[in-house]
């Protein structure tokens, strides 16, 4: 005896997901950027890493498997419709992720990530609240920055690197952080917007079809790569010009030779923007988050705080 479509229905919307299914859904490779951002905020400070690793420990599972993790899910539940075009062998496209279990793991997410997020103390805490609430903003109608080409890179630039390195900051000194931490941490934050521009061009079918204006759509691919690419070498330049004004020249020069390889890179990049976009996210983007750490590094020596 057949099952009824209405009973087909039922027995999807009740299976609860495969482990493997949920571990994809929130995706470990995104979970890098804003953990090394947030020990680049606990390198920044001079303290003894020794006497902060549980602290360091802590915030980074925080701000990598939980609130990144859960971003991702909430991403996956409001795009659903969008990745069975862009990309139907996704867990809840496919149907591996049943039912509305994508928007159960997000919410449950949340709220596990608040509550270790208390574990850090009021600045932990409140920082943790900001990531979530910037989380769901950039996914769920009728905020969903992700439609904007501009506000939903910068928001997520902001979230996964400036958010994650400032709380690495003040966890560890308990204190508001100094202007140069501030400072350096806003321009790699800006400058990773064209990191999530490039990151866009993956995307381009669906987003056309349903509305996303990204910057590959509104733009071009060619267009959007040069921004891309401008935005992430102007803001390193600003970088390795601080800290030649703080007396860091050793730094300064490190972080120029890396920016000057990236510009190599992106020659490449520009040449076929959609086809080469993955490979210079693993090239040129890990110069650019070696980087940051040179820069952490400077201002640790600097005087963190």
């Not at 419709?81 to 039912?99: H, K, T």
């Not at 949340?110 to 574990?119: E, K, P």
């Not at 381009?204 to 790569?225: C, F, I, M, Q, T």
């Amino acid at each position: 005896m057949s099952m009824s479509s209405s009973d087909q229905t039922h027995v999807q919307a009740s299976a609860r997901p495969d482990w493997r299914a949920a571990l994809t859904l929130i995706k470990p490779v995104t979970w890098f950027p804003p953990m090394w951002a947030y020990l680049c905020g606990v390198a920044s400070v001079g303290v003894p890493l020794s006497d902060v690793m549980l602290l360091a420990l802590l915030g980074a599972f925080l701000a990598g498997p939980l609130v990144c993790g859960m971003s991702q899910a909430a991403n996956d539940w409001c795009d659903r419709f969008v990745d069975a075009v862009n990309e139907p062998n996704r867990p809840i496209p496919s149907g591996r992720i049943p039912g509305r279990w994508g928007l159960y793991i997000a919410l449950g997410m949340t709220v596990l990530s608040l509550l270790v997020g208390m574990l850090l103390g009021p600045w932990g805490f409140g920082a943790t609240i900001l990531g979530v609430l910037a989380a769901w903003a950039y996914s769920v109608e009728p905020i969903r920055l992700k439609k904007s080409g501009w506000w939903g890179p910068l928001l997520v630039g902001l979230s996964y690197e400036g958010l994650p390195w400032i709380t690495g900051v003040v966890v560890v000194a308990q204190g508001a952080p100094s202007l140069s931490v501030v400072a350096v941490a806003t321009l790699y934050a800006l400058g990773a917007f064209g990191i999530m521009t490039l990151n866009d061009f993956k995307a381009l079918e669906g987003d056309r079809l349903h509305g996303v204006r990204s910057l590959p759509v509104v733009l071009g691919p060619e267009r959007a790569a040069k921004l891309a690419a401008a935005v992430m070498v102007l803001a390193q330049i600003a970088v390795a010009a601080l800290l030649l004004l703080w007396d860091m020249g050793l730094y300064a020069i490190a972080i120029g030779f890396l920016t000057t390889a990236q510009i190599f890179a992106m020659r490449v990049l520009l040449r076929d923007p959609k086809g080469r976009a993955p490979w210079y996210n693993a090239v040129g983007v890990s110069m650019y988050v070696t980087g940051m750490m040179i820069a952490a590094f400077a201002l640790r020596n600097l005087g963190g705080m």
